[in-house]
């Protein structure tokens, strides 16, 4: 039985003898119809975010990302992003491709039906309880990436798995599923369409609500984020100025202290020693919000 995301829809049957403004406006619709689909999963997106920063509070912990084809490279496209933008320490994250990241440039759509490779790929990971892993398939049926949820969840990760077909494998073998049901895709069968825009939606609310519950995030802004650049220095000394509601100057002293990140300089404005700012952090898990209360409650 052929599967949603693989059937013809007979509403864009014609697709290709429309004028370029009717394509496009045909293609949009599709692509509506994912923002659609990750709203109906925001319930499931929920209880995946909440168990997944459960576990990543935990320093040892890693954060997994597993895919073939379009689904993989979505995946490790959200997984390198987390560094520059929220610290994440790289080594705590790793990314699954079938086909390994030669991949990500070039299609090698036949490494998807490898389980073998899916299975040795999490235990050369040595994955453990503390893990999460997510994996993607618009299918949810992609040989690789069932494998590879099927050796973590073996393992005792946690696994997560997105999927766009309703009762797709994926969903049930994965500890939570989430289904992105985006249906026929307006060219048929081309998941890097609808499917694959509802799960870079479903992966950027998912990640960003991880490294908000684990403290990464203060007032809306990316205070743990890796200045690696002239503007984004510069937007480290614009954050700092308005988290800790001063100058220039002394943003740049503290940031000067603290090797431009912006986390503990909002604590170096508020007195503390380079040394006192890092230790209340550690002490309040990286949340600055717990690192002013104690401050506050100590006088």
């Known amino acids: 039985m052929t599967t949603p995301t693989e059937r013809s829809s007979l509403a864009y049957r014609d697709l290709e003898t429309l004028s370029a403004g009717g394509m496009l406006?045909?293609?949009?619709?599709?692509?509506?119809?994912?923002?659609?689909?990750?709203?109906?999963?925001?319930?499931?997106?929920?209880?995946?975010?909440?168990?997944a920063a459960a576990r990543l509070a935990d320093p040892q912990s890693r954060l997994v990302y597993v895919g073939a084809g379009t689904s993989g490279r979505i995946a490790m496209l959200d997984g390198i992003e987390l560094y520059p933008t929220f610290g994440w320490p790289e080594e705590r994250s790793a990314f699954l491709l079938a086909g390994?990241?030669?991949?990500?440039?070039?299609?090698?759509?036949?490494a998807e039906d490898d389980e073998d490779a899916g299975r040795a790929a999490i235990a050369g990971l040595d994955c453990r309880a503390g893990d999460v892993v997510v994996g993607l398939a618009a299918s949810g049926s992609t040989p690789y990436t069932l494998a590879a949820i099927d050796e973590a969840r073996g393992r005792g990760a946690l696994t997560i798995g997105l999927a766009n077909n309703p009762g797709a494998a994926l969903l049930d073998r994965a500890e939570i599923g989430v289904l992105l049901e985006t249906g026929p895709e307006v060219l048929a069968g081309s998941t890097r369409m609808a499917a694959g825009t509802s799960q870079k939606i479903a992966m950027n609310l998912f990640s960003t609500a991880i490294m908000m519950r684990l403290g990464r995030v203060y007032r809306?802004?990316?205070?743990?984020?890796?200045?690696?650049?002239?503007?984004?220095?510069?937007?480290?000394?614009?954050?700092?100025?308005?988290?800790?509601?001063c100058g220039e100057e002394a943003?740049?002293?503290a940031l000067g202290k603290t090797g431009f990140h912006v986390k503990p300089a909002v604590l170096v404005v508020r007195g503390l020693s380079p040394e006192d700012?890092?230790?209340?952090?550690?002490?309040?898990?990286?949340?600055l919000h717990r690192a002013f209360a104690e401050l506050d409650n100590n006088g």
Do not use: F
């Open 277 to 287: 700012a890092m230790a209340a952090l550690d002490r309040n898990g990286g949340d």
């Open 100 to 110: 390994g990241e030669a991949s990500m440039a070039e299609a090698r759509e036949s």
């Open 251 to 253: 943003a740049l002293d």
């Open 25 to 51: 406006t045909a293609m949009l619709e599709g692509q509506e119809a994912a923002l659609s689909a990750v709203r109906a999963a925001l319930p499931a997106l929920d209880r995946a975010v909440e168990a």
């Open 220 to 245: 809306g802004l990316m205070v743990d984020m890796i200045p690696s650049n002239q503007k984004l220095k510069r937007r480290a000394i614009a954050m700092l100025m308005q988290v800790a509601d």
